[in-house]
């Protein structure tokens, strides 16, 4: 974990009976990095994918499915969901 586990993890034993759980991705392909040049964004993206499992760098969709369990899901609290294409891995 990334150092959001035990912080989660100590919300959700305090704020029970709510839920807490945590979405931490990687590398998203978004526009948060508009502020870089096109080639260091292109750089960025491209050694992160060559570095990872999956061969890419993740997307806004891949994030928002990782949401989708803990928020249906009624049997889950003070879980990390990480979303990262395997980063945590290498």
Known sequence: MRGDGALTRALALE?????????????????????MTEEDRRGLFESSAAA????????PEDVAEAYLY??????????VVVVDGGGLLV
């Open 15 to 35: 704020l029970a009976p709510l839920r807490v759980n945590v979405v931490s991705p990687g590398v998203v392909h978004t526009e948060l990095r508009r502020d």
């Open 52 to 59: 990872l499992p999956v061969g890419r760098v993740g997307t």
């Open 70 to 79: 803990p928020m249906r899901g009624g049997y889950s609290t003070g879980s």
